[in-house]
């Protein structure tokens, strides 16, 4: 672990401010139909495609669980190490929008589906807990789209009814960094679960904000205010830090801060007021008529617990014990589901040291610069993991090695061939080299001299002329003892 000490606060002008963040982020369930009807749930459709009676609230219309939804929402509560409610009642929170055709949300309120539970981040100053209040499933609302269209708004209800998971942090949330780590490791477990996509982009999740600020060594929590529905990691961290600054400042100014809703512009990089925050007796919640309350079997449980799959925190003690990597190496590599499986298909046939660097490294820069994840590599798992053999068996050196890589990201070609079709393949023969190095020592006789009245230096200067001629290609192990042998 490094040394790397937590250093996170507000400087204002009187005093140094502790953040203090909550998130409450809703995670899409994946799931092929909606919470409460069959409509499907596909993303990107024409608008209005993926609408059922009950969808845009019909009257007489009633909705019907979907049981999938449930499991996959008691799964996640289990990834979260939470408790699971065996009894959880579905509640009706009442507003008016136009994209709300019922004229209200079925969501939980008092009996959430999941209790408590955590989640821990890794961070470079060591391992932090977040605690989990709840997690609670809710339809999802239609999209009003305000912006294709000087004088008319439109609504698109395929969304309406989609079933979300809305997972409550305590508010152990420190700075935009930690918040960047949990909302990447909240992710990662739903992934590897498949229960969420995590798709931002897609808007499969998005979060709720919850910021407030307190002078350092206080106790006390501040008020609150809470942005407002940010679909992006780095747009949740920009948030943070203008609203804590603009709290801070409020604060200092011997001003109060109200307990508000705020909503992030994108375009200025500031969070503005959209309503105060209304509390939660005004949505006039009341367990839906419609619906039973939810009663779950302690066997289902059981059964689905059976079934989890290895989860980012068990395959990082695994591939550390197992692999012997580093805690950092095997944080990187459980990161994202698709990452350990591919290292782990690397490494079937390839030494397990070399086949990470070249993953982290190499194979990282190469993704990042084409800013695409590793299920879209240009280079199978397959044919890296002969690369890296190659190496091992002094086939090809590391500098061809680099050269080789290249190329098969153009068609992720077999590098056998690549080698074997280029002549990239590593000189090995001792006599050959030795005669390489021999017409190399007679060339530069003043060189030859000087190096041994000591100075040693030159021996990079023969070196590098031998990988000059051989193109790179020259074993450089041999190179090394052939060279000092000659050179006594
Ligand atoms: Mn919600």
Redesign the pocket.
Known sequence: MSEKKFDYFIQGKKAKWEVIIGL?V?AQVLSKSKLFSSSPTKFGAEPNTQVSLVDCAFPGMLPVINQFCIEQSVKTGLGLKAKINLNSIFDRKNYFYADLPQGY?I?QYKNPIVGEGEVILDMPYGTKKVRIERL?L?QDAGKSIHDIDPDHSFVDLNRSGIA?M?IVSKPDLRSPNEVNAYVKKLRAIMRYLGTCDGNMQEGSLRA?VNVSVRKLGEKELGTRCEIKNVNSIKFMQMAIEYEAKRQVELLEDNKQIDQETRLFDTKKNTTRSMRSKEDAHDYRYFPDPDLLPLNLEQSLIDKLKKELPELPDEKKERFIKQHHLSAYEANILVSEKEISVYYEEVIKNCDKKLATNWITGDLFAVLNKKNISISKSPVSAKNLSTLIKMISLGKISGRIAKEVFEIMQLNDEDPETIVESKGLKQQSDPKELEKIILEILSKNKDKVEQYKSGKEKLFGFFVGQVMKISEGKANPQLVNTILKSKLK
């Open positions: 409450e809703h949300q969501s609670h809710e979300l809305e709720d």
